[in-house]
Every structure is written in C-alpha cells, then in structure tokens.
C-alpha cells in the first residue's frame, strides 16, 4: 500500500491528466515530439499588419479556429482544449468533473475591433458617449462577455461541469503556477477530492506585444527560431507567446481508489512576493530565494532532494541573471551538476499560461526521463554557470523537479514536483 | 470557540461616505442624509464619486503615486488604512509574514490616446496600422503596469511591504467572494495565520462604466434608491467608487499579539447559480440555509447591484423570508464590483461590534431592526454572475 499522505501527514496530490496547447501545436504528443527535438515554435507574426513594431516574430498560437477571433475567445479555446485532453487522460466525466476550476488567464479588454465598431455606429460629443451609446443598444451579450474577467472561467465550468465559483486568478507571469498552487491548497484542505488547474493565455495582440515592447522586455530579434535565448550571453529579451495546459489534480486517495494511472505528484508550493519594483527584483534575489525554499521545504526535501529544474529562464538579461543567483544561492556548488532548461527557448513566454505549461512538461520530463534542452545556447553567458541542457535533449533518470515561476509585480511561485511517493 | 476560528481584526473602507470603519458607521447611521451622487459628470449615469483623499497619508512617496492610476492608489491606500485598523501597518515583521488576496480587475486606459486613435479611425481604412502607429508613440511605457490586475498587490507589496504572498483573483464580485473564502479557508486550515483580503473599484472612467453598459446594466435618468429601480430606464445598476479591505486573523494569532477584533467569520458559501434554469430564486435561499443563518430575525448586509434580475431574485428571498432584514448598502455608495464582497462583510462586521443594526437605507423597502445583532449575514449576488454569503457573528 503505498503512502497517501506528505511529510506533515496532509493528503498528497496526484496528476492525473495533462493538456497541452502551445505554438508547436496541440497535446502532448505533439509537442512533446517537438520540444524533444529543439524545435522552435516562435514564427513571424501574421495575425496583424507589423508595421511601426519593433518586434516582428511571436510565439501566438494560429491554427485554433478562434486565433483571429480576439484574446478572449481564443483564450477560452486554448483552456478548453487543453482541459478536454486533461480531462480524457484521467478518465474522468468530460461535462461533470465534480471539482473547482482554478483558470489562470490574462487580464481582458475590450478588444479594438469592437471599439472601433461601436465608436462608428455610436451617438454622442465625445469618443466615450458615442460608444456607450452604441453599447448600450447591443444586441446581444456576446461582447460585454468578451470583456468580463469572469467569463472565460464561468462559460469552462458549464462545458465541464465543475462545481462551485470558479476562481479566475492572475500572478502575472506566474498565474499558471498559482492556479495549480490554489488546487493543491484546495486537496490538501480536504474540500475536494479533485481539481482542475488551467494556465491559458491567448492576448498576444498588437497592443499587447506595444506595452511589453515599450517596457524593453521583448527580444526585437528578427530570426524567429533563434530570438528566444535563456541564459546565453546575447539575450536580448523574451519572445510573447501564447499557449494552455490543463492538470487534472486529485488526491493520491481518491486516484489510487478509482485505479487512476498517476502521472506524477504536485509536493511542494512555495511563493514569495518581492517589494523592490514593479518589474525588477530585489538585487539580493531574496524573495525568489525564499520561494524556492519555501517550494522545497513544502515538498519535505533538502537541497539535496532536486533532480531537474524547469526553469522559468524568460530570456531577459534580469530574469536569467536574477534566477542564477537564487539557484546557486539555494544549492550551492551543487547547482553546477543539476541540470536547469528552458522550455521558453523553444515555445516562448506565454505569460499566465507558463507556469502550467512549465509544470505539465516538468512533469512529462520525468515520467519519459527525458530533459528538453535549452536551444539557441551557442554563447553561454559566463556569468551564469549552469547546466543548461544546451541544445539538444538528455536522456535522465528524473524523479524529482523545481519548477520556477517568476514575474512582475513582484510574484514568486514555485513549483516540486515527483514521479512518486518519497 | 477555537484556535482556527476567523477573526476580522482590520477594517480599511473608503467610498463616497468618506474613509474608515468610524466615517462609514456614522454616516450609515444617519437615516436622513442625502445621496452623495453625481449625475452630471458621466451622465445619462450617475455615479457615486470618490471623497477627497489625502494620499500622502498611506502613500507617503510621491514616486509610488505616480506608478499608479486612480484604482491602484485607490486600493492601495484603502490596504493601508485596513494594516493601519489592525495594528499592523509598519510592523516589518507581520507584513512580511503576512498573505494576500486581492479581488482585482483592471487598470485605466489613456482616455486621450484612445479617443485620438478613434476619431482617426473615421478617416482611415487601416485600423490594425493606425493603431500600431499610434500606441507604439503614444502610450506612456508604464501605464501598462498601472493597468495590470495584480500590480494592485504589486503596489501593495512595494508600499506596505506584505510580501507573504500575493494572489489576484479576477471576476467581478466573483472575486471579492473567492478571495474572502479562499482567505478564511487558509486561515482556518492553519494554511495562513494572518491575511490581507480586499479590492477596489474606481468607477470615475468611462471604460468601468463601458463594461457595464456593454451588457446595458447601468440605472438611468433620476437617482432612487436600489430596491425601487424595477422598471426605471436603464439597466438598475448605479457605480461607484470604493475599496474594501479586511485583515483576517486566527483567533491564535490575534490573541497572542493581544488583538481584540470587531467579528468572527462563521461561514462562507459561495456559487456559481445557473440563473437561466429558472431556479434562481430557490437556489440563493438554499445558500442562505447552507450559511446556517439562525431561525431569529438576522439583519442583512445585501450587496445587491441594482441590476434587475440578480436583485429581483434577491428581493423575492427577502419577500419570502420575512425573517431577513435586508439593508442593500449601494443605496449609499453605489455598487462597488470586486469590493462589493468585502464591503458588505466589512459592514457586517461593524453591526456587530457596534452592537446595533444600521437603520434603513431606504425606509420605503427596509425596516428597522432593534437590538444589538448576535448574528449578521452579508450577500453579494453579481449583476452577471456569482453568487456569496457571510455569517458573521461575535468574536
């Protein structure tokens, strides 16, 4: 029989089914043979005219009927058709799930097209009353949802019957782990047997793609392939992206009980907030540091206790250098001899949904023991001294994984992960 | 009583009623005062604008003020009058322990750079360039971050330094209510020993009024109170500006650092009520038992919007159970959004500690309730959707 509980006698958190949509295509199977092999999903934008843009490549999501529909249906698309591979791995009621639904999403907007429009047909003096005029004479619910940050969630629970009030959640560019994080939570507080966490983010518009550029945080690379560059002496910035994954979490328990096949376990979240800047972190690295200890500690390891790290490895000059220092401040000499990858280096940032992308092939990671590289390493930055799997993938006995989230606003969440039971 | 119970030792409240648990319980005691409205500004809606604020006073760097939009301050400060109420505010250590969840959503637009591209847009058939051309030279580099959801907790960590966590919780009133149960939950659970929870709406832009009335929600024409909006033109719904936070403590924690609090959070129910099934109504009385509400009269903090199906349904629980006590408190500050939630807990928790019901807020719909309230239950019913209730009782 073996042990269904952690360290500190709470219940342990299975996975018990995974989705996975990003720009190298949709499930597992797909990008997993793709990020396996280096290949880059970053590509040209084509979705908007890139005139006046200093940056001209992507990593957007287009081949998904609603990727030129506007950021909110594609990114209930992305959602639910991650959650629908998710839910169908694990065997479960694919419209009565029976748990919460935690969706880490992007913030939404009313999107231009429909301002335009209503700016057109609408009466008034000024730009604001000629809209709320032509609003107000809508037809139809359809754009007031697209601009409600409850809608996404509210329309996923219908479609997979989750129970209770969804909650819709945004850590920045560490949603995705926050919304796995709130599951775990949930499971370990004994208010649910199961859960479902989703990390989807399909925003990559134009003006998205202006105000990261305009906070210098975007690689203005022109080589697709080769912008995205964790860790290398040349990083230049992160390139946008977009993408879903979906985690079934159950209780070891209630999986074991159901004869669920288990794809791994959730053991440790960690968070910490930063108060220095907006968009920088404290120069001693301390809040990240803290996260992942607090992540470790949680999961009842030492520093001993990491195989892998899936890194959050942005490809910005701060975030690589800031995350090298929180690593080897954490383990020490011993980092050198851990293997650290980037996912980003081949499917980009994908913002709210990273962090659930990053867990679902952390967890993939270890149960094909295989580690995605880190591509585009062909200048190793000196100043960071790590294993980066540089370019092509390694095959490894992997049974334990940090996975590292960290983004503006000062959040800090970190993931462990584990094959099995310690 | 135990260890774990939860415990509300910090109140921070601002609205057009003014600032603090006192202001608010003052003017809220005033049967007689006056709607404190603006119908002119954003008309045909009116609007319930913010006081005059003093934002040095929890705020005290001009930088971080100028980070921010009206919501982010607006929160912001109201963070810092909760820390202030709980004794905590500039207690390095508590703040650094300390969690967070905050019921967000977003930031303001640039009114100008918006109205300039549409008025452009009249003359020119390449909407998709125009834009580019314009937000790449007009938008200013970090308004971006004054429009993200979670850098109102990103501001809150910078100012008031609680760096335990940091969750942002999105979805109207949604959040407000995830955000309140999710904190209780921990706290209960021993997850979190002391929590920072609330939200902010600043409704004086027109893109927070745009996303009401893209689903044609808001009041029109003449002010009346909430409950007699049925069948006036417009939508129900009058906005306004506010914040609500809450310090949530266990009884453990609080005692220990010799901490009386206004109430206790018994129970939190929350839903996701399919309102198109027809059984709104009995659904919401069914969340009322679930609360476990007691048999006696049990005044009411509603946080009803206005809005006519979510506060008719409302209503009918009220007309069917004579023993609420409904008192819908955006009569007097308009509907607050992702603060509504903290809100009505927030004035529940003050009919408690002051031992008194507030009188009607309007008289016509509500009636007096005498004694001091052993139990008070706060709802949020959301314009759109969602749906939460609070018992709150004595600490």
């Known amino acids: 029989m073996a042990r269904t509980t952690d360290h500190l006698g709470r219940p342990l958190v299975a996975v018990t089914g995974i989705g996975i949509v990003t720009s190298l295509g949709v499930g597992k199977q797909d990008n997993w043979a793709a990020l396996t092999s280096g290949r880059s999903g970053i590509h040209r934008i084509t979705r908007f005219p890139v005139e006046h843009l200093n940056t001209k490549i992507s990593g957007m999501v287009d081949f998904l009927p609603s990727s030129t529909k506007g950021a909110s249906p594609l990114t209930f698309e992305l959602a639910a058709t991650a959650a629908e591979e998710a839910i169908g791995e694990s065997g479960l009621s694919i419209d009565d799930f029976g748990g919460p639904l935690f969706l880490a999403s992007p913030p939404v907007e009313l999107d231009w097209r429909d301002r335009f429009d209503l700016y057109k047909v609408g009466k008034g003096e000024t730009a604001a009353q000629r809209i709320a005029q032509a609003a107000s004479e809508l037809q139809t619910l359809e754009m007031f949802e697209s601009a409600q940050f409850g809608s996404i969630a509210d329309r996923l629970a219908d479609k997979f019957g989750t129970r209770g009030l969804p909650i819709t959640l945004s850590t920045a560019c560490a949603s995705g782990a926050t919304a796995i994080q709130l599951g775990v939570e949930a499971i370990r507080r004994g208010e649910c047997d199961r859960a479902l966490s989703i990390g989807a983010d399909g925003s990559a518009t134009a003006e998205a793609l202006i105000r990261f550029s305009l906070l210098s945080a975007l690689s203005t690379n022109d080589n697709p392939e080769k912008a995205s560059k964790p860790f290398s002496k040349d990083r230049d910035g992160f390139v946008l992206a977009e993408g879903s994954a979906a985690l079934v979490l159950e209780s070891l328990d209630a999986a074991i009980a159901r004869g669920a096949t288990i794809i791994g376990l959730v053991t440790g979240c960690g968070e910490r907030a930063d108060d220095f800047h907006r968009t920088r972190s404290k120069p001693d690295g301390s809040p990240a540091i803290a996260a992942v200890r607090a992540a470790i500690a949680d999961a009842g390891l030492g520093e001993t206790g990491i195989a892998y790290v899936n890194a959050h490895g942005t490809s910005t000059p701060e975030n690589d250098k800031m995350e090298h220092l929180s690593l080897s401040t954490v383990f020490g000499e011993r980092i050198r001899n851990i293997p650290v990858s980037s996912n980003k280096s081949m499917i980009g940032h994908t913002l709210s949904a990273a962090g659930a992308i990053e867990a679902a092939f952390s967890l993939l990671t270890m149960r094909e023991g295989v580690i995605p590289p880190t591509i585009n390493y062909d200048h190793p930055d000196p100043a960071i001294e790590l294993d980066v799997v540089p370019n092509v993938k390694r095959e490894a006995d992997v049974a334990t994984v940090l996975s590292n989230s960290f983004g503006f606003g000062g959040q800090n969440t970190c993931l462990v992960m584990a094959r099995e039971p310690q | ?395």
């Not at chain 2, 409240?13 to 954003?42: K, M, N, Q, T, Y």
């Not at chain 2, 008719?312 to 408190?329: K, S």
């Not at chain 2, 309730?369 to 139990?375: I, K, M, Q, W």
């Open chain 2, 1 to 395: 009583m135990s260890n774990r119970d939860v415990l509300i030792t910090g109140i921070g409240l601002v609205s057009c009623l003014g600032e603090g648990p006192d202001a608010h319980w003052r003017a809220l005691s005033d049967a007689a005062a006056a709607p404190r409205i603006d119908s002119e500004r954003f008309a045909p809606y009116t609007i319930h604008p913010l006081p005059e604020i003093d934002w040095n006073l929890q705020i005290p760097k001009r930088g971080d003020q100028r980070q921010m939009e009206l919501w982010q301050r607006l929160g912001t400060y109201t963070a810092g009058l909760a820390l202030d109420d709980a004794g905590i505010r500039n207690d390095e250590a508590l703040c650094a322990s300390m969690d967070m969840v905050i019921a967000a959503g977003g930031g303001e637009r640039d009114e100008a750079v918006d109205a300039g591209i549409l008025e452009a847009s009249l003359s020119r058939n390449d909407r998709e360039i125009l834009l580019n051309e314009k937000l790449t030279t007009d938008l200013r580099p970090t308004l971006f971050l004054a429009q993200l959801s979670n850098l109102l907790a990103g501001n809150i960590s910078i100012v008031h330094k609680v760096t335990g966590s940091s969750r942002t919780f999105m979805g109207e009133e949604g959040a407000g209510i995830a955000a309140i149960e999710t904190a209780a939950a921990r706290i209960r659970s021993g997850q979190s020993e002391h929590i920072l929870v609330g939200g902010a709406f600043e409704t004086e832009h027109p893109d927070m009024l745009l996303g009401y009335e893209l689903g044609a929600f808001l009041h029109r024409g003449a002010w009346q109170p909430l409950w007699q909006r049925q069948g006036a033109d417009g939508g129900g719904l009058v906005s306004g500006s506010g914040g609500a936070f809450l310090v949530l403590e266990s009884r453990d924690h609080a005692e220990k650092r010799g901490r009386k609090a206004y109430a206790k959070i018994d129970a939190i129910v929350s839903d996701r009520i399919k309102r198109r099934d027809g059984a709104f109504e009995a659904e919401l009385e069914r969340m009322a038992e679930k609360v476990q509400r007691p048999a006696a009269e049990t005044l009411v903090l509603s946080g009803a919007s206005g809005a006519h199906v979510a506060t008719g349904a409302e209503h009918g629980l009220y007309d069917r159970d004579r023993a609420l006590a409904p008192r819908a408190f955006a009569t007097r500050t308009g509907h607050l959004k992702e603060a509504q939630f903290p809100f009505a807990v927030a004035l529940a928790a003050l009919a408690i500690h002051n031992g008194a019901a507030y009188p009607p807020f309007d008289p016509q719909a509500e009636r007096p309730v005498d004694g001091a309230p052993e139990s008070v239950l706060a709802t949020t019913v959301g314009y759109h959707v969602f749906e939460g209730m609070a018992l709150l009782g004595k600490a």
